[in-house]
């Protein structure tokens, strides 16, 4: 019985786990979805902003010459112009995937859509800024200083 007792909490965690992961759009209503995809949204947001520190933080490191030097190579800049317009991408094509739904949806239905389109862009920025850190790492290991 000891045994058992030692078992059950680990036995519950495991069949409570996939409710931690469920999808943000398969909640009992709209704004249950909704505050889910805002976690969502921030939670990948914040690492967007670790990838990007990251990125700039190697890039840093692999050419530490003065900031002021034209051979400095940077990647702030690039980068910087990238996410902002990446940003204003996102920002009118979500406006854009809502207007079918504002039109009929009341209450938090378009705002629902609206996070739902937001955290799908925001996983694939950081899918996609992952493959450039990976890509920087590789670009740094083969032209080290």
Known sequence: M????KLLPFVFFLFAMPAFAQDCGNLSNVYESGECYEKQLAQTDRKIQQEIRTIQQMVRKW???QENSAERYTIDKPLAESQAAWKAYVEKDCNLSTL???SFAQGGGSGMVMRACFAEYYLERLKFLRGIRKDTAETIKAYPN
């Open 100 to 102: 079918p739904t504002d």
């Open 2 to 5: 000891v045994a058992m007792n």
């Open 63 to 65: 050419n530490p010459k």
